[in-house]
């Protein structure tokens, strides 16, 4: 059961949020039984234009307390960025955080991509997030602490809780925060693996500590002062105890991981305030959602196209090509879809303004206003789903959006005279306009089936509006003739119709995801796929790329075959060997194929061995990096066996020709007479080692697949002793070996002198580089803000003898004067980067017996 649990989490997650919203809607619903729309309306109507103009400054002041949260983060990890352009990026971050749920991950990925730009390590931004995201929660808790100790009588006469028991909880509270703290300072780490990738900090300075502390008091002031000056101004509530009733609701939404915790603070709001007309507290609830949750959203597009031109005034061209906005503006633009598509969701379901319908009968026939109320509500379903798709930058989202964007437009004149609709869809209609070179990935929008996150978003989304509509039209007496009226007065039938529309259509784009067949485990490469990659793999620089001769892999190709990445599975996870190989440009695009792919059958892309020149790619799919060792690269252009330093290759070579030995390259057409032989020393070797034979990521004795390459053989004596399988492509930029065996009668030294021997016949047939391979865990920072994985791999590196020899694999190829080259694990969120390395030595080793036995 638990590894069921665990497998379905996504799915388990996501029924629990909808499940805990309805719960809540039923709530706010019992709540408001004696309110009504009209009441609602009123309540609106009366706020005055100053206390709107004065909520809009008082969220302009909470955002620039949040920016300086991202100066004090950056402050504090010892970087000075220009104030402007980290304004831009935090404002966006927030904008966007603030009003999509989970704003370490959303907000996050609009803060890597901008602060990459502006010179930041993904380190360096790994550790901004968790600053501001623990500032955020440890200033909270403080906030809500104190407040609630000082007022504890006020807000539990609010919420109809012993004053004393507050008083005790808050005291706890405030005592389990103050024994962090004491415990952080004396120098431990605090590891943030959710927020941050596994990422280490330690705590600021205490003067850092009382500026954050400072900046988390006028944020929360200031949001909770945008919310109280939109409430009647006879509140008879002291601002100090509401603000402390502001903390606890801001706090209970953030736990229930409903997004923007919609539903959940407007429930603890109304409850809290129980002693004020409700109609009056929805009214403010409504104002205060769209001034401080919508209105900065809507501004995050324009602020961020200001900000990078003015970075990069005088080459308009380059703005919206730059990498930046490439990343930054789909998931911007994609969140504006779906503030759209839930605009036009709840528009369906309120009714229009009696003014606006009077105006329409005039001139508009009654279909068409009936079609286009109900067509808009479907659009804006359909903006929802496209919202992921934009995420993702398909082509096919850009063109839906385009589209549905433009018709929704066309229709909210007929549909209700709505102005504001339409210029918030304009804004997204012109966003997508100007970023049409973003969204540049060619794939199907409906490709992949929809995340049980989406679904259940999809299903909150509904709940809202079913809540919505039953409380709009509660004094209507339901029968079954509402169906059937298409009169301009009847706003309930349009909403009733609207509402099952929306139902329907979601279930049936629910079902064709949830009842979409499993995909099968993919099949290994045919014979032609292996002749396509071992051609492409000639026709570049990395030798490694030869390991798909061996067959036991699965290949995807780019959409042009120019390129292509060789995988396995393994449990849910598809691993893919070094990551893309072939035309650079055709690399990114393969990286997004080969996730989705992944995704689509309920799997988790995995990349091993990963070289870093692509680490942006997989970072724009949302994936990070994680070191894993060191690639030995010998630099075959500057080997001189004359010099000093290659002494004792060179006294090895000399040994070795004296006592008799002496190698011979073998070319493919040449390799099957001696296979026997070669296949005695295999099997020697594997004896002698008490070694199963691997594969996936290493070669294995299989006379096919021995035969396909050229074959150095060890001669001591005349008599085949050891041999080596070489790795070459056409263009001598890289050769390496793959399988090396040694028979039980190879001379002291066969080893080094083969090595010895490779290198020099490698440098005179013009190779550049000779690849001695990765020695694992190797070369890992372990300063104290370095990641906890890099303290993981060093301490295996030091103490694992027993079961690798970490140390001695990279002395020996030390010993050859390499280049160390970075190489990668790349995982995504959702999985762990051990359990992920588990399942690539499951892969390696043919399964748990051949990891046990060797």
């Known amino acids: 059961m638990t590894s069921g649990l665990r497998r379905n989490r996504g799915a388990v997650i996501g029924l629990l949020s909808t499940l805990a919203f309805g719960f809540v809607a039923i709530a706010i619903s019992r709540i408001t039984q004696d309110v009504d729309y009209p009441t609602v309306q009123a309540a609106l109507a009366r706020t005055p234009w100053s206390s709107i103009a004065l909520a809009v400054g008082l969220t302009a002041v909470s955002f620039a307390c949040l920016i300086g949260y991202d100066l004090n983060a950056l402050r504090h990890i010892g970087r000075h960025l220009p104030w402007p352009q980290v304004a831009v990026v935090s404002f966006s971050a927030y904008a966007v955080g603030n009003t999509a749920g989970f704003g370490p991950l959303s907000g996050g990925a609009i803060r890597y991509r901008g602060y990459s730009r502006l010179g930041l390590s993904g380190e360096e931004i790994a550790r901004v997030i968790a600053y501001v995201t623990v500032a955020f929660g440890l200033g909270l808790a403080v906030l809500t602490g104190m407040s609630t100790l000082v007022f504890a009588w006020q807000v539990g006469h609010l919420i109809d809780v012993n004053a004393d028991l507050l008083r005790l909880a808050a005291a706890v509270l405030l005592a389990l925060v103050t024994g962090a703290l004491v415990w952080l300072w004396r120098g431990r780490p605090v590891t943030a693996d959710e927020v941050t990738g596994a990422a280490r900090i330690r705590l600021p300075s205490a003067g850092n500590c009382l500026l954050q502390l400072l900046l988390t008091t006028l944020d929360v002031a200031a949001a909770a002062s945008v919310l109280y000056v939109l409430l009647p101004g006879d509140l008879g509530l002291h601002w100090p105890a509401f603000a402390a009733l502001f903390c606890v609701a801001i706090g209970l939404g953030v736990l229930s991981h409903v997004p923007a915790g919609l539903g959940v603070f ?53 703005i919206w090509t730059h990498e930046l ?178 139902t329907i259509a979601a279930i049936a784009i629910g079902l064709a995801s949830l009842l979409r067949p499993a995909r099968a485990r993919p099949p290994t490469a045919t014979a032609e796929d292996v002749a396509s990659a071992v051609a492409i793999t000639a026709a570049q620089d990395e030798s490694g790329g030869n390991l798909i001769r061996m067959g036991d892999k699965a290949v995807l190709f780019s959409e042009d075959r120019r390129a292509f990445i060789m995988y396995g599975v393994q449990g849910r996870s598809w691993i893919s060997l070094f990551g893309p190989i072939g035309a650079d440009d055709a690399k990114p695009e393969l990286i997004w194929r080969f996730v989705e792919a992944a995704r689509a059958a309920g799997g988790k892309a995995v990349f091993y061995e990963v070289p870093p020149d692509l680490l942006s790619a997989y970072a724009d799919v949302g994936l990070r990096a994680l070191k894993l060792g060191e690639m030995a690269r010998v630099d075959l252009t500057k080997m001189d066996l004359k010099a000093s330093r290659w002494g004792e290759q060179r006294r090895a070579l000399a040994k070795g020709e004296r006592e008799g030995m002496r ?107 000779f690849n001695l391979g990765m020695a694992p865990l190797s070369g890992f920072a372990t300063h104290a803000s370095a990641p906890m994985w890099n303290h993981f791999g060093q301490a295996i590196f030091t103490h694992g003898e027993r079961f690798y020899n970490f140390r001695g694999l990279r002395a020996f190829k030390a010993k050859y004067n390499p280049d160390w080259e970075p190489r990668y694990l790349i995982v995504g969120g959702g999985i762990s980067p051990v359990a992920a390395l588990l399942d690539v030595t499951l892969l390696i080793g043919g399964g748990l017996k051949g990891v046990v036995g060797k």
Not at 433 to 454: G, I, K, M, Q, S
Request: glycine share 6%.
């Open 663 to 769: 190698i011979e390259i073998l070319p493919p057409e040449a390799v099957p007479p001696v296979l026997d032989q070669l296949e005695a020393i295999s099997g020697a070797w594997l004896a002698q080692h008490e070694a199963r034979e691997k594969g996936f990521a290493l070669g294995r004795f299989d006379r096919a697949y021995v035969a396909t390459q050229p074959v150095a053989v060890l001669r001591f004596n005349d008599e085949i002793v050891a041999f080596a399988t070489l790795m070459l492509t056409d263009t001598k930029a890289e050769a390496t070996v793959d399988l090396m065996r040694f028979g039980p009668t190879a001379p002291r030294g066969a080893m080094d002198f083969l090595f010895c021997a490779l290198l020099n016949a490698a440098k005179e047939r013009g190779y550049r580089h």
């Open 325 to 502: 906005a490439a990343a930054v503006m789909p998931p911007l633009l994609a969140m504006l879809a779906l503030v759209c598509g839930v605009m036009l969701v709840f528009s369906s379901v309120l009714p229009t303004p009696q003014a606006n319908l009077d105006q329409l009968s005039r001139w508009v026939p009654i279909q068409i206003l009936e079609a286009a109320h109900f067509f808009s509500s479907l659009l804006g379903l359909m903006l929802i789903v496209v919202a992921r798709g934009l995420v993702h930058r398909l082509d096919g989202a850009w063109w839906a959006g385009l589209i549905l964007g433009l018709i929704a437009i066309a229709f909210t004149i007929p549909k209700a005279l709505a102005p504001y609709e339409a210029a918030a869809l304009a804004v997204l209609v012109a966003g997508l306009a100007v970023n049409r070179r973003c969204f540049d990935r060619r794939a199907r929008l409906l490709a992949e089936p929809l995340t049980p996150a989406w679904l259940a978003a999809i299903a909150v989304i509904l709940v809202a509006a079913l809540t919505v509509l039953f409380f709009v039209y509660r004094d209507v007496g339901y029968s079954a003739e509402l169906w059937w009226q298409f009169e301009f007065s009847e706003e309930a039938p349009r909403g009733l119709r609207a509402m099952m529309g929306l």
């Open 266 to 318: 407007e429930a603890v709001i109304i409850g809290g305030l129980a002693p004020v007309p409700t109609d009056q507290v929805i009214g403010a609830l409504v104002l205060y959602r769209l001034i401080y949750h919508v209105l900065p959203l809507f501004l995050a597009v324009p602020v961020l196209a200001a900000g990078e031109m003015l970075e990069y005034r005088g080459r308009v061209r380059a």
